[in-house]
Every structure is written in C-alpha cells, then in structure tokens.
C-alpha cells in the first residue's frame, strides 16, 4: 500500500484539520495509507518543529498529495521543493486515483 503525504495550508486556515481529515479519508477509500500531519502535530506547536516533524514523516512516504491551497503555504512550498527534489511522486489531491 502507498504511503502519500498531504501537503496543504494549514497556518492561518481555521478550517485545515477538517480538509485534512477529509483527504485522508478519501486517500483511505483509494486503497492509500494518507499521513496526515494534521493529526500528529499539535495546533500549538512551534511553526518549525512542526515543519520538522512534517518533514521526517513526509520522507517516509511513497508521493505526496496537494490540496488546493498548497500554494498559499511557505511550509507546504518548502516540502513540495523537497519531495521534487528526491523525485516523489507529487500529485494535485484529485489525481490520486
């Protein structure tokens, strides 16, 4: 099973644990494992540990995945940069299919 990273906006959006939650469930429903650093990166946290942690995780996986606003995010153009980089897999949210 491919292991894809969500990648989106997520300072300043009040709504993003909700549109993470939502791509995670419907990556889920492809027959993906999603990582969702909304769910393992407290709200609170410090903006880079958080892209720490983010980052490590997203390491791991197999591609990523972008949601809309993506480019509206510094931390999400950095781990795009990144993944591009080492050659991941990158898909707009709706093309992983």
Known sequence: MKKIYICGKVTGDPNY????L???DRLYSLGYYPVNPAAFISANEEWAKAMRTAIREMLLCDGVSLLPDWKKSKGAKIEVQLA???G???RDNKKWI
């Open 17 to 20: 644990y909700k549109k993470f």
């Open 88 to 90: 991941m897999d990158i």
């Open 84 to 86: 591009k980089k080492l």
């Open 22 to 24: 939502e791509e995670e």
